[in-house]
């Protein structure tokens, strides 16, 4: 089946600090990919569409400054959490789908700033 | 966006069947029905989806109603390691279209 790599699976990083999560489809070609975050008990937010070629789509409210992503070839999207803060402290997670079918998922990754 | 409603929590006794709802009265026509559920502190992990008729695999079955404006995730044989927030989301047909969440089910197994 389909997977989702994602990496790294934990970081603890410094405020002010930059840091970068990559998100590989291994098996299948991914045009489009999605950025969400999830804080403690909350369901996921959508945060950004991720376009192969072309800049990201970002929802209402999420800063495209702050977070930067680049999806730089079909199997790879990145987000950069630039200088990250406390607030940044977060489960980021990506997802890429196939056609009609259900999307999958990376396994997360948990931002600490300190 | 098309919403889904979930009950916020339930209870189910190992090996017994689940059956979680979701209502969706403004479901329209294109919209996939799709399930997910996520594990603490993993990503989500698909389950099922459909559109109009009732779907069938290795993890569960999902019914679908006839005016489409509800459907209900059906687990066989609930065990332990289905512990899980499960989600019902509506999507449009395509690999482009976004997934948005809604709040989920709990769903709590007993042993």
């Known amino acids: 089946g389909a997977v989702v790599s994602q990496h790294p699976s934990r970081v603890i990083c410094k405020s002010g600090t930059s840091v970068k999560i990559e998100c590989r489809s291994l098996?299948?070609?991914?045009?489009?990919m999605f950025w969400y975050r999830q804080f403690p008990k909350q369901s996921l937010m959508l945060m950004a569409t991720s376009n192969e070629g072309s800049k990201a789509t970002y929802e209402q409210g999420v800063e495209k400054d702050k977070f930067l992503i680049n999806h730089a070839s079909l199997t790879l999207s990145t987000l950069t959490v630039t200088s990250a803060h406390p607030e940044d402290s977060s489960f980021y997670i990506c997802?890429?789908?196939?056609?009609?079918?259900?999307?999958?998922f990376g396994s997360g990754t948990r931002l600490t700033v300190v | 966006d098309a919403k889904t409603t979930q009950p916020n929590s339930m209870e189910s006794n190992e090996e017994e069947p689940v059956h979680l709802p979701c209502n969706h009265s403004t479901i329209s026509g294109t919209d996939y029905i799709h399930w997910y559920r996520q594990l603490p502190s993993q990503g989500p992990e698909y389950v099922i989806h459909g559109l109009t008729s009732n779907v069938n695999n290795r993890m569960a079955s999902l019914a679908i109603a006839e005016d489409r404006k509800s459907s209900t995730l059906i687990l066989h044989r609930a065990t332990l390691r289905d512990a899980a927030v499960y989600y019902c989301?509506?999507?449009?047909?395509?690999?482009?279209?976004?997934?948005?969440f809604g709040t989920g089910t709990l769903l709590a197994v007993q042993p």
């Open positions: 098996d299948f070609q991914a045009t489009t």
């Open positions: 989301i509506l999507r449009s047909g395509g690999a482009t279209n976004k997934l948005i």
């Open positions: 997802s890429a789908g196939q056609g009609s079918s259900g999307y999958t």
